[in-house]
């Protein structure tokens, strides 16, 4: 059975730091690029960063650059969102998924698998 199981979210305030886990088992995680998408109450679904296989790349969204570092652990087939001086607009469901091949995307359709997602809140 796919999972991909994120965790991490919680309540915090403007200016303070989460860190988010992306969990994988059930496929193949070396051959996966795994993106982190959020979607806030009323909006749409939006990529904020991409990690390819074997490390070779990343992507963020202009409006998290310089403030959150994606990483992987193949050994653990984890990936880790750091991110440091949230912002209200942060506030959002955070979702990590997975999409076969070394590509960067945040493209909602190249991704196969899916988590449940984990709620961040940030305060101001």
């Known amino acids: 059975e796919v999972q991909l199981q994120a965790s991490g979210g919680g309540l915090v305030q403007a200016g303070g730091s989460l860190r988010l886990s992306c969990a994988a088992s059930?496929?193949?995680?070396?051959?996966?690029?795994i993106g982190w998408f959020r979607q806030a109450p009323g909006e749409g679904r939006e990529g904020i960063s991409c990690?390819?296989?074997?490390?070779?790349?990343?992507y963020y969204r202009d409006s998290v650059k310089d403030r959150f570092t994606i990483s992987r652990d193949d050994a653990k087939n984890t990936v880790t969102l750091q991110m440091d001086n949230l912002k209200p607009e942060d506030t959002a469901r955070y979702y990590c998924?997975?999409?076969?091949?070394?590509?960067?995307?945040?493209?909602?359709?190249?991704?196969?698998?899916w988590g449940q997602g984990t709620l961040v809140t940030v305060s101001s």
């Open positions: 998924a997975a999409a076969l091949g070394v590509v960067v995307t945040t493209t909602p359709q190249l991704y196969r698998y």
């Open positions: 059930g496929f193949t995680f070396d051959d996966y690029a």
């Open positions: 990690i390819s296989l074997s490390h070779g790349q990343t």
